[in-house]
């Protein structure tokens, strides 16, 4: 296989990615944390199949004599570098939108605790139950 066309699978491999993570960026925003999770293992198997084509491309292109580089392996490369920072982009959205929920989420447990600890303060001193039972009396 030609190292272009190992290129280009990795090409459309970054290009469902961004799809993907995109696709991530707006369950996290309404929330469907087991959406985003099942499109994260989708992203980690693309992430695998890409790491492998690139083991490929390497072993291709020690191979393969300098002329064979072309400018069409240079353009691709150009086009998943561009489709790498889109998705680095994104990610980092992403990022900041889960420490957004999670500063909520801490926010929402501090009032749950200050209303507990203001139930104990008003909820007064608890009866005691008689333990012995007085038969003199």
């Known amino acids: ?26 369950v996290i925003a309404d929330d469907q944390m087991d959406e985003f999770n099942r499109l ?11 790491t ?10 020690k191979n393969a004599s300098y002329k064979r580089k072309d400018q069409k392996v ?3 490369s150009m086009d998943i570098s561009d489709m ?14 889960i420490i957004s929920r ?11 605790k200050k209303g507990q600890s203001a139930l104990k303060g008003y909820g007064g001193v608890p009866k005691k139950t008689n333990r012995f039972l007085d038969r003199n009396g």
């Open 1 to 26: 296989m030609e190292p272009a066309d190992i290129m280009m699978m990795n090409y459309d491999l970054f290009k469902r990615m961004k799809e993907l993570a995109e696709k991530q960026e707006l």
């Open 74 to 76: 240079n353009d691709i």
């Open 84 to 97: 790498i920072r889109s998705i680095q982009e994104t990610d980092k959205r992403i990022e900041e939108l």
């Open 102 to 112: 999670k500063d909520l989420l801490m926010d929402d447990i501090k009032n749950i």
């Open 40 to 50: 994260f293992d989708q992203r980690e198997h693309i992430r695998e199949e890409i």
């Open 52 to 61: 492998a084509n690139s083991r490929r491309y390497g072993i291709e292109m």
